[in-house]
């Protein structure tokens, strides 16, 4: 169904949506694509918006978080069969070398598995509490306590900061 044929309302709700989060969602992508792809994968992002628009049962962000996530899962999985990337080259696409590496932490996080990262960037870079995280990733309320706590708890680990 193409947003033309739409009632008024409905093309303004999304609309409003669109205005409302596209920086953000472009910002998520910006941090863990490289820079030339990010608007294209937006775009894709609220196409699939758009495709399931009347579905949307929750807070618009973390859904849009969790589109842009498989979005950009697909993109990696269609670059590494076609360009034969391996994971190391993958991952210095992750935004994560804006980051001063002279930085303990920074150097840590490098270190952590990529499901410790993401769990952490979303809470600390996108702002999402465990329920939003939670939607976006598709898990539990109490598996996202459970996965941050280890994620803090690794990188504790990594930076010499724990209490042993």
Known sequence: MSVLTLPGSRKREFSRLFREHYPAVLAYLRRRVPPSHAEELAADVFERAWAGFDSMRSTPLPWLYGIARNVMREFYRTRRETENLDDHELESYAGYDAVD???????????????????LTLHAWEGLDHPEIAEVLGISRNNVRVRLHRARTHLSELTGETDA
């Open 101 to 119: 590496l002279s930085l303990d932490i920074s150097e840590a996080f490098l270190r952590l598995p990529s499901a410790d990262q993401e769990i």
